[in-house]
């Protein structure tokens, strides 16, 4: 993937290191904007359920967007939701929470706590945390008031890629209105496994995210034996400077994400970042979704295929395969005793 | 040019020092001013000087010494020239060091074009120069392209990857400038056995590229900005001019020829080249503005008035040099973009003035007959046919697109392939599928009521950390991320085995600013070694690629060297086995059975040196660990072919497993006992 993609970040690092201190200080002092997007897959959080839940995580969230909000005045939040079932099979998957499309949006506005005036978090709490905080609280409860409770639903996709697609779109519209001063950067709170991906628009975001210089934060939540399966998010992170973080202590999690995730965008080219995974570069094969370590790719469109499709046409571009091709890939190796021996004899003589 | 003269005392009399150009040899000539006084005329042949003397600047005198020989053996004779006036004599000395100079170069010239055994036109008694110039130059023009002709059969030969598999010479070329590629080929081939076609195989690009760097024809360029006149320690100007060089003046600049042709063999070719140097011509030639302030050559410099664009079909004789300064030339310009034509006319200077209908104090019967003629023409126009409209149309476009710069132009479309994507691989896969099928409904229906109650009540953000169990977590979770970022540190200096195996992007390798210090020379050793150069950090820049044995070898610091070229060497060598195992393997070829044999044993092999070396330290448990780590991914690409040719062979033995063949087998593969006995042991 680093062959097809630019190097956007190094030149970027480079141009800062030759920078004057001045330069160096306007980054210091530029406003940065967290995307946060938490993927709420209820399957996921029922599993989870004996380490941390969506409240755990909910408290400590509160927590890091006050952090951030902290560090400048002019610091922005956005904050989404990935593979909710509330909406069933029309209208579910990713949704923003922050900055809200329904409640309230005057940032001084008057009508604090939720709808029944009761506060969802400490009404002495300073008044942007706040503001924020509420909002985002709300939001999530009556995202979750719409789950189902029985498991009904026939079909349900993961849209952690449509999710990356409405962030990445903020953060574009914010440079639009910043001139590119403000730094982004995405923290992805993962459950789910991403083998269920569509390879293709998430393979976009990632790239969209590296053009656009915004550094793609994985936090990874799985039960203690789980096999981590996250290989679209890991090379996410590895391709935009991000940082991959396989969480081991949940209830620690405030910790992580005030110390790891915390790193602006404009610190990681001087500080190594505490990615905690080796980061897999295997792909995974289009039609089985299995990952592979070897197999083939299509010429005209790159998908990766563990095997020959039977019509020989790429499932992806239909461009028809090289039967001669396909041929000599089908071939299967000769070893040891053969008709030819005589004639292998010679070349041997001759070779010696 | 005008001749050097100044005037000088010789034994306290006044006369004119002159120096004579035009002669050859140049002469220096002193004679008195005073014509009643009878002092005889000194004269100075300029190729008998050897040395030259002049007093200091700082002293009051000003007396220059000629010392001359008559020949090799005569003594030297010294004529001394008193001077009244510093810039004369400045002067006089500067033209003669120059001519001496110029004498010293045309002599070595000379010489060696007899002793390149060119032709005989530096010898001035030779027979007429100028057709033997011309044949000469004829018979480079047909060599060149002969030599064309020559080169591309050559080139063709030279890609075909048949004959650079033969090509033993070159290939022996290609190993001494790559000395890695030199220790590689040893090691397989020289000490294991490889065939050297098979090497080569895999590397005709390298041959292919490097046949091609070394067999590139230069095309013309422009000769004589090529040649810059050294100036030596003991006044001689060194121009040093090969024979090629000379061929591509000739070719370039007919007006040398002309000069050349016309002047030798009146002058040496030493000579003359030497002159041209030093010549106006040469400077205007090679595009200096001011050649006009060097004193130049008074011999050559009539060729500057020739005009630029002289060809070798206007012979022009001596006469018409004076002619020729502005000489016609057949290229015909068109009107409508000749410059100096416009410059005659001018409208914009004389206002309205020239068009006599703009003006109001004109004759107003001239005007009306004008308007007249003007509604005749308009009419006669309207009415005439579309066809000649066009006509003219189209020959006003000619002329637009004669002004136009359509070479400037930018005229790039680029071409896109269509891809039509199949949208329903694109397609998340279902997570009920995969996830909903082992839950207990009742459970997850009571969880997710659970849910829908997490935020009835104010959410106390404390409890994050109040726990006695929160507050375990936190402190490991911080152990953690220190943990990780102590590794990233260290794999950070590692970085040079990261960057090469697997092309991480480099920012990971960078270092925190706490432990720059102690890594510091870890990340300058890391650049060098490294592909990708650009390692961003503040206080190291970029060092281009210069990797030396000795630096890279600081990253493992307790590795000891020869273990480490050791290990290099077995690692490289192996490589190369493995690469041909695969691409043989998969050929599937029934004729590379035997190659696929020999280099089965030639992996198995490599695995017993990867053994033997680890097998050398295991006293030294620290290094041992330290070797395996280093050396474990190719162990497991061993392990891996040769498990998969083994499973093969199983597999096909089993499938003709008829007595005969085996017979058969066992008699004619002598050389694959040790093939046998492993095969043995996976079966077992």
Request: glycine share 4%.
């Amino acid at each position: 993937m680093d062959e097809i993609a630019d190097r956007v970040f190094q030149a970027d690092d480079v141009s800062i290191a030759a920078g004057s201190s001045s330069t160096l200080q306007a980054f210091d002092e530029s406003p940065s904007s967290l995307s946060l997007i938490i993927d709420i897959n209820p399957l996921q959080w029922f599993r989870l359920k004996d380490q941390i839940d969506l409240k755990d995580l909910s408290r400590s969230i509160c927590i890091y967007l006050n952090c951030h909000l902290s560090l400048n005045s002019s610091n922005k939040v956005n904050v989404l939701v990935a593979n909710n079932f509330s909406d069933g099979e029309e209208n579910g998957g990713s949704k923003i929470l922050f900055p809200s499309i329904h409640t309230k949006t005057d940032e001084h506005g008057s009508s604090f706590g939720n709808s029944q005036g009761k506060n969802l978090v400490n009404p002495n709490m300073y008044r942007q945390f706040r503001f924020v905080d509420e909002i985002f609280l709300e939001e999530l409860h009556s995202i979750l008031q719409k789950e189902p409770t029985e498991l009904n639903i026939k079909n349900f996709k993961n849209t952690l890629s449509g999710a990356l697609s409405i962030s990445l779109s903020y953060i574009n519209k914010l440079n639009l209105s910043n001139d590119g001063l403000l730094k982004s950067r995405i923290l992805i709170i993962s459950v789910t496994d991403d083998d269920s991906l569509p390879y293709i628009s998430t393979m976009n975001c990632i790239f969209a995210a590296q053009k656009m210089k915004v550094p793609i934060d994985v936090l990874k939540l799985d039960k203690k034996d789980g096999v981590n399966n996250s290989i679209f998010l890991q090379q996410a992170t590895d391709a935009t400077n991000g940082i991959f973080q396989k969480i081991t202590h949940p209830k620690g999690l405030v910790q992580y994400l005030s110390t790891s995730f915390l790193i602006d965008s404009n610190l990681r080219s001087i500080l190594i970042l505490p990615t905690n995974f080796k980061i897999d570069f295997r792909s995974s094969c289009f039609l089985t979704k299995k990952i592979i370590d070897i197999g083939y790719v299509c010429s005209v469109c790159l998908c990766i295929l563990s095997l020959i499709p039977k019509n020989h046409r790429c499932p992806v571009c239909d461009s028809k395969f090289d039967d001669k091709v396909i041929e000599k890939l089908l071939k299967k190796p000769v070893v040891g005793v053969s008709n030819t021996n005589g004639k292998k004899k010679r070349k041997i003589n001759s070779v010696m | 040019m005008a001749t050097v003269f100044g005037a000088a005392l010789v034994k306290d009399k006044s006369g004119m020092l002159t120096i004579h150009e035009e002669y050859s040899p140049p002469k220096l000539v002193w004679k008195s001013i005073d014509s009643s006084i009878n002092v005889p005329i000194i004269e100075i042949p300029l190729d008998r000087i050897t040395n030259l003397q002049a007093t200091k600047p700082s002293s009051a005198k000003m007396m220059l010494n000629v010392i001359t020989k008559e020949n090799e053996t005569a003594a030297p004779k010294k004529n001394v020239f008193a001077f009244t006036h510093r810039p004369t004599m400045d002067n006089i000395k500067g033209a003669l060091q120059q001519i001496v100079a110029r004498k010293k170069t045309s002599i070595q010239a000379a010489q060696q074009s007899i002793s390149e055994g060119g032709s005989n036109t530096a010898t001035p008694s030779g027979a007429p120069g100028t057709p033997q110039a011309q044949l000469q130059q004829q018979q480079a023009q047909q060599q060149q392209q002969q030599q064309i002709v020559v080169d591309d059969e050559f080139l063709s030969n030279l890609l075909d990857s048949k004959r650079l598999l033969k090509n033993h010479a070159l290939q022996q070329k290609v190993l001494i400038e790559n000395k890695q590629l030199m220790s590689t080929f040893q090691e397989a081939v020289m000490n294991n056995g490889l065939d050297p076609t098979e090497f080569w195989n895999t590397r005709i690009h390298l041959l292919r590229s490097y046949a091609i760097q070394h067999n590139q024809r230069k095309g013309p360029y422009n000769v004589l900005s090529t040649i810059k006149p050294v100036a030596s320690s003991d006044n001689q100007v060194d121009v040093s001019v090969t024979r090629e060089k000379i061929h591509a003046i000739f070719e370039q600049y007919p007006i040398v020829r002309k000069a050349y042709d016309d002047n030798v063999p009146k002058l040496s070719e030493g000579d003359f080249w030497s002159r041209f140097f030093s010549s106006k011509l040469f400077r205007k030639l090679r595009g200096e503005k001011n050649y006009n302030k060097v004193r130049g050559d008074i011999i050559l410099d009539k060729y500057l008035y020739y005009d630029p664009d002289f060809t070798d079909d206007i012979q022009g004789d001596e006469d018409e040099i004076g002619k020729n300064k502005k000489q016609k030339t057949n290229e015909h310009i068109d009107k409508f973009i000749d410059v100096f034509a416009n410059e005659e006319d001018v409208s914009a200077k004389y206002g309205n003035a020239p068009d006599m209908t703009m003006r109001y104090d004109k004759d107003q019967d001239m005007v009306s007959i004008l308007r007249d003629m003007n509604r005749l023409s308009k009419n006669m126009l309207s009415n005439a046919t579309k066809d000649k409209d066009e006509t003219l149309e189209e020959e006003e476009h000619e002329k637009e697109d004669q002004l136009a710069f359509s070479d400037l132009e930018e005229k790039e479309t680029t071409e896109y392939n269509e891809l039509k994507v199949n949208s329903n691989l694109n397609i998340a896969a279902n997570l009920l599928e995969k996830n909903g099928a082992k839950i207990d409904k009742l459970q997850y229906s009571k969880f997710i009521s659970n849910m829908k109650s997490y935020f009835d009540e104010e959410l106390d953000l404390a409890e994050t950390y109040e726990s006695e169990e929160s507050k375990k977590q936190i402190l490991e979770a911080s152990k953690e991320i220190s943990a990780a970022v102590k590794l990233n540190s260290k794999q950070s200096r590692q970085s040079w085995q990261i960057s090469k195996l697997q092309g991480l992007d480099s920012m990971q390798m960078l270092s925190s600013s706490a432990s720059s210090a102690s890594s510091s020379t870890n990340i300058t050793a890391a650049n060098n070694s490294g592909n990708n150069g650009a390692f961003p950090t503040p206080n190291s820049p970029p060092i281009p690629n210069a990797s030396s044995g000795s630096q890279q070898d600081e990253i493992i610091p307790d590795f000891p060297v020869p273990l480490l070229e050791n290990l290099r060497l077995t690692h490289s060598t192996s490589i190369e086995f493995l690469r041909h195992f695969w691409l043989h393997f998969s050929s599937g070829s029934k004729h590379q059975v035997g190659t696929l044999q020999k280099l089965y044993n030639s992996l198995q092999k490599s695995h017993q040196r990867v053994d033997a070396i680890l097998k050398q330290i295991e006293d030294n448990p620290k290094l041992c660990m330290k070797a395996k780590e280093v050396m474990g991914p190719l162990i497991n690409s061993l392990d891996k072919a040769i498990q998969k040719y083994e499973a093969e062979l199983y597999k096909q033995a089993n499938n003709d497993n008829t007595p005969n063949n085996g017979l058969t087998h066992k008699s004619e593969n002598n050389n694959s006992s040790s093939l046998n006995t492993s095969f043995v042991k996976t079966t077992t």
